[in-house]
């Protein structure tokens, strides 16, 4: 299948490549994982493709006032192998290692995933158990904005038209903090038929602080609070774990589609929300 045909641009500067989107026919392209397949299958038919690769301010990786900024186009595989993010936000570099596949992680970019929105997506339970920010430039300036205000619907953020998201940052993890992300697999993608990513840190031998990002269940992923209420000021046993983790699936509409009903997803929901929780209590110190 061969998509309709565009222009296609190169900008070097982010003033540059805001300018060419300002219309609002454009589209941005980063690692093309997501857009390029709906271009060919014309579900995606811009006139005009931006492409951010040879933007200067999109890349790297660094660390700054007990926050990691990742720039939007470093790849999965970027993140996944930095030794900043393994060593300082070990959630992150986790999540990225379990996204597609080696030849996904080596093009598709932590901005274009953030972006794309897909309700399936890794990324964004460890954000939001990551309480992480977007960095999102636009003709106006600069703004901040947190993932639960960025993450709106199925395949919707906050992202304005002429917007570019320019980086993520999140939190370096103190000394002690547990963390995991486990997820049940769609086998041929490795979208997250359900995923969960919890953050756990314990005082004098109880959770103090807790929290839990779940994808793949709702039209987007969310912040299970009752489960980590249910989990603070608790030791973290085999019983605590399953008392919280029975409240992840409450009040959200979940997904059905060919391959989970919305009754197996919550359950699973469950059963991989409790195997997240265990594993990251087992390593919280
Ligand atoms: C076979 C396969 C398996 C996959 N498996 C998984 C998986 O297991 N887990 C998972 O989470 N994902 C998975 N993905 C998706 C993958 O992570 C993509 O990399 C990601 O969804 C899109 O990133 P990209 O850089 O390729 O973006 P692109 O495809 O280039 O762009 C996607 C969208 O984001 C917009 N965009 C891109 N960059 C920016 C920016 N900086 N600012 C604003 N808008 C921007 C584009 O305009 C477009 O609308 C899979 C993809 C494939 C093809």
Do not use: W
């Amino acid at each position: 299948m061969i998509a309709q045909d565009f222009n296609y641009s190169t900008p070097a500067t982010i003033e540059e490549a805001l300018g060419l989107i300002s219309g609002g026919e454009a589209k941005l392209l980063a690692g093309g994982m997501s857009l390029i397949p709906l271009m060919k299958l014309r579900l995606a038919a811009p006139g005009h493709v931006v492409d951010l690769s040879r933007v200067a301010g999109l890349s790297g990786i660094s660390e700054a006032g007990g926050a990691i900024r990742v720039g939007a186009m470093m790849t999965h595989y970027e993140v996944e192998s930095s030794a900043l993010v393994r060593a300082r936000c070990t959630l992150l570099a986790e999540t990225a290692a379990m996204i597609g596949d080696v030849q996904v992680r080596n093009r598709g970019t932590m901005g274009g995933a953030v972006a794309h929105a897909d309700p399936s997506a890794d990324y964004p339970a460890a954000l939001q158990a990551l309480e992480a920010r977007v960095t999102i430039a636009g003709a106006a300036g600069t703004r901040v904005v947190s993932v639960d205000e960025f993450f709106v619907d199925t395949f919707t953020t906050g992202l304005e038209p002429g917007e570019i998201i320019t980086g993520i940052e999140v939190p370096v993890e103190p000394e002690g903090t547990g963390v995991s992300y486990q997820k049940m697999l769609q086998p041929a993608s490795g979208f997250a038929i359900v995923g969960v990513a919890v953050r756990i840190r314990k005082e004098g031998g109880v959770i103090s602080f807790a929290r839990v990002g779940v994808t793949g269940l709702g039209s987007r992923a969310y912040r299970a609070a009752g489960v980590e209420e249910r989990l603070a000021g608790t030791a973290g046993s085999a019983s605590d774990i399953a008392n919280a983790a029975a409240v992840i699936a409450d009040g959200i509409d979940a997904n059905s589609d060919i391959h989970a009903s919305a009754a197996y997803r919550a359950q699973m929901a469950r059963v991989f929300g409790a195997r997240a929780i265990q594993a990251a209590v087992n390593r919280a110190a």
